[in-house]
């Protein structure tokens, strides 16, 4: 069965000559690490953090490369009240709020606070 797939960074990466981690990503690290049923539900794919991701724009074209970043396969539900964004034929989310509140609507997690 076709899943979704979510592009991460991973948790240190070395960038502006020091070691550094993405805010977003570690957000949606403590969200797998809380829920971590949603890992079985997916495909996570780490990415560098030079640009371009080819692994992204593979799939949602130039200039699409944000992580994270998770793309819906075609048959995936869409959550009502989640803006999802469209590229080459793919429903994609580009921040980690949307991607929770994705999670929440379709796993049954708790929403972000805030949103």
Excluded at 49 to 72: C, F, K, S, W, Y
Excluded at 91 to 104: C, E, G, M, T, V
Aim: glycine share 10%; charged share 15%.
């Amino acid at each position: 069965m076709p899943r979704d797939t979510l592009f991460l960074l991973p948790p240190g990466f070395a960038a502006n000559g020091q070691r550094e981690f993405c805010p977003e990503c570690a957000e949606l690290w403590g969200v797998l690490s809380w829920f971590p049923a949603l890992k079985e539900a997916l495909d996570i794919v780490y990415v560098g953090i030079e640009h371009p991701r080819t692994q992204i724009t593979a799939l949602l074209g130039d200039g699409r490369h944000n992580a994270p970043t998770l793309v819906l396969h075609a048959g995936s539900p869409r959550a009502e009240g989640v803006t999802y964004a469209e590229a080459n034929g793919h429903a994609y989310l580009p921040s980690a709020r949307l991607i929770a509140k994705h999670f929440a609507a379709l796993h049954g997690i708790p929403v972000p606070r805030g949103h």
